[in-house]
């Protein structure tokens, strides 16, 4: 069986301070995100998919508490290391020319992000994905959604979790969606791209 494990952060747990401090790195990444891997862990015997990747258990599993583990040990990963206290705070390149192409400007996309996440009711995370001929567009999925399930190529995901959020900011979910901008690396988004 493939054990799964949490995964190393190229940066240091205070690093993405103020936007998001140790103590919220400590519990999201720590304690949330380290869980879910557990629970997959714990979860997998017996269940087929023992050897199988985050994504085939993504878009293969049954409802219920594995496809739920597996999707949050796949969206955690993707949201930690699209971070950076060195980001990259604007793309550039195709992926720049892309986002013009279906949404105006990268300003108007990250205006997109943001109410989509504060429209989002209760627990759910907000996607940028790519289609297969190309196309761009914002996914809005509840609790532990993922847009490969959709035939969506995942590019950049925000989790708006109060989890995610509510050390620092509270219940001021928008202000945590403003925030993020500046530890969101878009080198991380391009190379997806
Ligand atoms: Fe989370």
């Known amino acids: 069986m493939k054990t799964h494990v949490l995964p190393q952060l190229p940066y240091e747990l205070d690093a993405l301070a103020p936007a998001m401090s140790r103590e919220t790195m400590e519990y999201h990444y720590g304690k949330h995100h380290q869980a879910?891997?557990?629970?997959?862990?714990?979860?997998?015997?017996?269940?087929g998919l023992e050897d199988a990747s985050l994504e085939?258990?993504?878009v293969g599993a049954p409802q219920g508490g594995l496809l739920n583990n597996a999707a949050q040990v796949?969206?955690?990963?993707?949201?930690?290391?699209?971070?950076?206290?060195?980001?990259?705070k604007e793309p550039s390149g195709p992926l720049a020319?892309?986002?013009?192409?279906?949404?105006?400007?990268?300003?108007?996309?990250?205006?997109q992000i943001g109410k989509a996440g504060a429209a989002l009711f209760g627990?759910?995370?907000?996607?940028?994905?790519?289609?297969k001929g190309g196309?761009?567009?914002l996914v809005s999925s509840p609790n532990a959604g993922n847009p490969l399930v959709q035939s969506l190529t995942p590019l950049l995901n925000i989790d708006?979790?109060?989890?995610?959020?509510?050390?620092?900011?509270?219940?001021?979910r928008p202000d945590f969606l403003t925030a993020i901008w500046d530890i969101v690396?878009?080198?991380?988004?391009?190379?997806?791209?």
Do not use: C
Request: proline share 3%; charged share 25%; hydrophobic share 40%.
């Open 36 to 47: 879910y891997v557990n629970n997959l862990n714990n979860l997998l015997p017996g269940s």
């Open 56 to 58: 085939q258990i993504i």
């Open 74 to 88: 796949y969206n955690h990963t993707m949201f930690f290391l699209s971070l950076s206290p060195s980001a990259k």
């Open 97 to 111: 020319e892309a986002i013009k192409r279906d949404f105006g400007s990268t300003e108007a996309l990250r205006d």
């Open 123 to 131: 627990s759910g995370w907000v996607w940028l994905a790519r289609a």
């Open 135 to 137: 196309k761009l567009s």
């Open 160 to 172: 708006v979790w109060e989890h995610a959020y509510y050390i620092d900011y509270r219940n001021r």
């Open 185 to 193: 690396d878009w080198a991380a988004v391009e190379k997806r791209f």
